[in-house]
Every structure is written in C-alpha cells, then in structure tokens.
Nanobody, 121 residues
Framework: QVQLVESGGGLVQPGGSLRLSCGAS????????MGWFRQAPEKQRDLVAR???????NYADSVKGRFTISRDNANNTVYLQMNSLEPEDTAVYYC???????????????WGQGTQVTVSS
C-alpha cells in the first residue's frame, strides 16, 4: 500500500557529511510522523531522529548537534542531513513513516529497505 524508497547512503571519511532521503508513494491519504532508525551489526534498531507532522523534532543524544531531520510534505519525503560523521555512526539506516491510507483510517507504520552508511578512513 505504501512504498518507501531511500537513497543517499555510502562510504564517507570521519568528519564528512551525507544526506539521506526517503520518499513515500502509493495509497497515501495523510502522513503523520516520519523518522530514521539505524541498526549496527549485532545491535538493536534504534531511533536516530523523528519529525512530527507539525514539524517538531527529537533526536538521539548521540546525534544531537550533528544530524538534522527535515521533511517535504508536498512530496512525502523525509531527509536526514548528517554532519561530522563518526565511525560509530556506521550502520544500516532505515526510514520509518506513519501513514493513513484512507480517510479517517488508522495510522500504520512502514519501513524503508535500508541504506548502508559507512564511516571509515
């Protein structure tokens, strides 16, 4: 019903920057909160940043001041600008979107396929 396509991952040196994008398409009546999670090898998937439909944001302590989440409501897209990247940021990053697929329906959660971010010299 709702498809998420991520892009922007890759290999970057410590101190570098990357920008992740995630576009939502399909049967969408309304999108609620959007966010990014990440999962390093053998670790759980953790919230990185979240942005509500009204634009309020929250971040994991480890990325505050370095990462910025934003959204383009007209294009159903969420972004994650990552600056001052550290080796500890290496992980697969997943987009997460809460979407309503019909009028007055419930919000359901949808995941992107994941994009690898590797921070290494």
């Amino acid at each position: 019903q709702v498809q998420l396509v991520e892009s922007g991952g890759g290999l970057v040196q410590p101190g570098g920057s990357l920008r992740l994008s995630c576009g939502a398409s399909g049967r969408i009546f309304r999108i609620g909160s959007m966010g990014w999670f990440r999962q390093a090898p053998e670790k759980q998937r953790d919230l990185v940043a979240r942005i509500s439909s009204s634009g309020s944001t929250n971040y994991a302590d480890s990325v505050k001041g370095r990462f910025t989440i934003s959204r383009d409501n007209a294009n159903n897209t969420v972004y994650l600008q990552m600056n001052s990247l550290e080796p500890e940021d290496t992980a697969v990053y997943y987009c997460y979107v809460e979407a309503m697929t019909y009028y007055s329906g419930p919000y359901s959660g949808y995941w992107g396929q994941g994009t690898q971010v590797t921070v290494s010299s």
